[in-house]
């Protein structure tokens, strides 16, 4: 399973996890984006309509979605609920994880994101260096 957060809960997965694709949400075209083209199921937790467009992540209106939060789902031609779950988000997931199988890694999609975001940071880092090294001469 691949997990991808919203901007506002980025903090909750740190980007070194090993099944961590970074976050959605601000680009037309995040890297992560291209882990949902791939997906059938999309758990959602805590999700709002007005953080992002859900065209972003089920641009076809295909994906079957499950929805977590403490309130209704708000729900459009993109964001169609297979099931809704309304009520305590962590006993939720407690509960759910309890009936799952857990598989560590990530499909051959996640570990082609995972290698380009991480080459991205390192290029980040590295123009971070020589813009302090120049500012520093």
């Known amino acids: 399973?691949?997990?991808?957060?919203?901007?506002t809960a980025a903090w909750l997965l740190v980007d070194n996890h090993p099944n961590a694709l970074g976050t959605v949400g601000f680009m037309r075209r995040d890297y992560v984006n291209f882990g949902f083209d791939q997906a059938d199921v999309l758990l959602c937790v805590s999700y709002e309509l007005q953080e992002f467009s859900p065209a972003q992540i089920n641009p076809t209106g295909d994906k079957q979605i499950i929805h977590i939060h403490t309130i209704p789902a708000e729900v459009d031609d993109h964001y169609t609920l297979a099931v809704g779950i309304e009520g305590n988000i962590a006993l939720t997931l407690d509960a759910l994880a309890q009936q799952l199988t857990p598989k560590s890694g990530l499909l051959a999609i996640g570990q082609k994101i995972r290698a380009v975001l991480q080459e991205e940071r390192e290029n980040m880092r590295l123009t971070d260096k020589l813009g302090k090294l120049t500012e520093s001469i």
Not at 1 to 7: G, I, L
């Open 1 to 7: 399973m691949t997990v991808h957060s919203e901007s």
